[in-house]
């Protein structure tokens, strides 16, 4: 599964490019799109990009705001662009679809049924402000947002915002974003630290696909900052990709104890990953139960552990940990769709269409499980026709 992360260069706030990524994620997971677009547009951009409604000379809008319609922004302005796939939740990257490879295409539902695009500016360190886009496309249903961010004293903060009210966007960023996204930013990352840059280096070259390359730059980061725990957590990360398992569980267990509660979740997760694609269903499971000691309030753990329990055909019990996550905060709609895959494979086709309905209450637009839904009521009519 991929993460959603969104890119940087060199001229990019590295903390405030952590707190975009994590509004991002919030809506990420309030919308469940099927497609997720974001686009890195090179320079501060205002508000009358929103809508791109356009205006004659008076000011007055030439189009109607009620569209939403793909900026025009100049190919020269475009940075980076970076798709995501997702069915229910699984996400996977995909090739640019939207502003670098479909010029021609301009109203956004005519790419995904249910889409989320970003744009966010760079070169934020220079000009000490930053802005984000966002367009949520629900079928006929079209909202545009944008934000922007000042910093201030070292201290960046929501200035303006058009569309959506700064309550909701920090409801967005703290509300939605559960332990994946607030493990994103790392305290010790400094952006007029040299190792800032030698960061950004690395992580375009992961997302280049240069893993060679990723692996040199993430051993000369450590060298130079030996005590940074996110170079650690890329370099285990890195490794368990490239399936080098034996110096990643090297580097697991070599891991300074814990200082916090987010460490230590970071700790479980990575160990958790690190099982996953070794197979290791037993040192999986162990992972997620020590995910669930340190941070058993929310739905992530919780859902971790009923996966892990599903794949062992433990059904049952995995049914059990996804319950659990349905009183928990964050996504217990995932849970619910996950209890109704469970349920479909154990041929429980009533219980299956129920659970997927209690996702659609939580998430009425989510793909995965409407499709679920239409399936096992199909069974159920055929079940029904047999008899």
Same mark, same amino acid.
């Given at each position: 599964?991929?993460?959603?992360?969104?890119?940087?260069?060199?001229?990019?706030?590295?903390?405030?490019?952590?707190?975009?990524?994590?509004?991002?994620?919030?809506?990420?997971?309030?919308?469940?799109?099927?497609?997720?677009?974001?686009?890195?547009?090179?320079?501060?951009?205002?508000?009358?990009?929103?809508?791109?409604?356009?205006?004659?000379?008076?000011?007055?809008?030439?189009?109607?705001?009620?569209?939403?319609?793909?900026?025009?922004?100049?190919?020269?302005?475009?940075?980076?662009?970076?798709?995501?796939?997702?069915?229910?939740?699984?996400?996977?990257?995909?090739?640019?679809?939207?502003?670098l490879?479909?010029?021609?295409v301009?109203?956004?539902?005519?790419?995904?049924?249910?889409?989320?695009?970003?744009?966010?500016?760079?070169?934020?360190?220079?000009?000490?402000?930053?802005?984000?886009?966002?367009?949520?496309?629900?079928?006929?249903?079209?909202?545009?947002w944008?934000?922007?961010?000042?910093?201030?004293?070292?201290?960046?903060?929501?200035?303006a915002?058009?569309?959506?009210?700064?309550?909701?966007l920090?409801?967005?960023?703290?509300?939605?974003?559960?332990?994946?996204?607030?493990?994103?930013?790392?305290?010790?990352a400094?952006?007029?630290?040299?190792?800032?840059?030698?960061?950004?280096?690395?992580?375009?070259?992961?997302d280049?696909?240069?893993?060679?390359?990723?692996?040199?730059l993430?051993?000369?980061l450590?060298?130079?900052?030996?005590?940074?725990?996110?170079?650690?957590?890329?370099?285990i990360?890195?490794?368990?990709?490239?399936?080098?398992?034996?110096?990643?569980?090297?580097?697991?267990?070599?891991?300074?104890?814990?200082?916090?509660?987010?460490?230590?979740?970071?700790?479980?997760?990575?160990?958790?990953?690190?099982?996953?694609?070794?197979?290791?269903?037993?040192?999986?499971?162990h992972? $997620? /139960? #020590?995910? =669930? *000691?340190?941070? !058993?309030?929310?739905?992530? %753990?919780?859902?971790? @552990?009923?996966?892990?329990? +599903?794949?062992?055909?433990?059904?049952?019990?995995?049914?059990?940990?996804?319950?659990?996550?349905?009183?928990?905060?964050?996504?217990?709609?995932?849970?619910?769709?996950?209890?109704?895959?469970?349920l479909?494979?154990?041929a429980?086709?009533?219980?299956?269409?129920?659970? $997927? /309905? #209690?996702? =659609? *209450?939580?998430? !009425?637009?989510?793909?995965? %499980?409407?499709?679920l @839904?239409?399936?096992?009521? +199909?069974?159920?009519?055929?079940?029904?026709?047999?008899?």
């Open positions: 599964m991929q993460r959603l992360t969104l890119p940087g260069i060199e001229h990019d706030s590295l903390s405030l490019r952590f707190r975009l990524q994590h509004v991002v994620i919030g809506a990420f997971r309030r919308l469940k799109p099927e497609l997720v677009q974001l686009v890195h547009v090179n320079h501060w951009f205002g508000p009358r990009w929103l809508h791109f409604a356009g205006t004659d000379r008076r000011g007055r809008d030439l189009r109607a705001r009620e569209r939403l319609i793909l900026p025009p922004f100049a190919s020269g302005r475009i940075l980076s662009e970076r798709t995501y796939n997702s069915d229910g939740g699984e996400l996977r990257r995909g090739r640019p679809r939207l502003t490879h479909r010029p021609g301009r109203e956004l539902d005519q790419i995904a049924d249910t889409g989320l695009y970003v744009w966010f500016s760079g070169d934020t360190l220079a000009q000490d402000r930053g802005a984000l886009m966002v367009y949520e496309i629900r079928g006929a249903g079209q909202r545009g944008y934000a922007e961010f000042r910093r201030q004293g070292g201290v960046w903060t929501i200035s915002t058009v569309g959506i009210s700064k309550d909701e920090e409801a967005l960023e703290a509300s939605h974003t559960g332990v994946l996204a607030s493990l994103a930013y790392d305290p010790e400094d952006d007029s630290d040299r190792g800032s840059a030698l960061l950004r280096r690395v992580e375009e070259a992961m280049a696909g240069q893993h060679g390359l990723a692996r040199v993430v051993g000369r450590r060298a130079r900052r030996p005590r940074s725990r996110r170079a650690l957590y890329i370099e990360e890195l490794l368990t990709g490239m399936r080098s398992f034996a110096r990643a569980d090297e580097l697991l267990r070599e891991m300074p104890v814990p200082n916090t509660p987010r460490e230590r979740v970071r700790q479980c997760m990575l160990g958790r990953s690190l099982a996953r694609c070794r197979g290791r269903l037993a040192a999986e499971e992972w $997620c /139960r #020590e995910f =669930l *000691a340190a941070a !058993p309030e929310g739905t992530v %753990a919780w859902i971790f @552990l009923g996966s892990c329990l +599903a794949r062992q055909g433990r059904l049952e019990e995995a049914l059990a940990a996804h319950r659990e996550a349905t009183v928990r905060d964050g996504n217990p709609d995932e849970a619910w769709l996950n209890i109704g895959l469970i479909r494979g154990m429980r086709y009533e219980e299956a269409a129920q659970a $997927c /309905r #209690e996702a =659609l *209450a939580l998430s !009425p637009h989510y793909p995965a %499980a409407t499709r @839904l239409v399936d096992v009521e +199909a069974a159920l009519a055929a079940l029904n026709e047999l008899d």
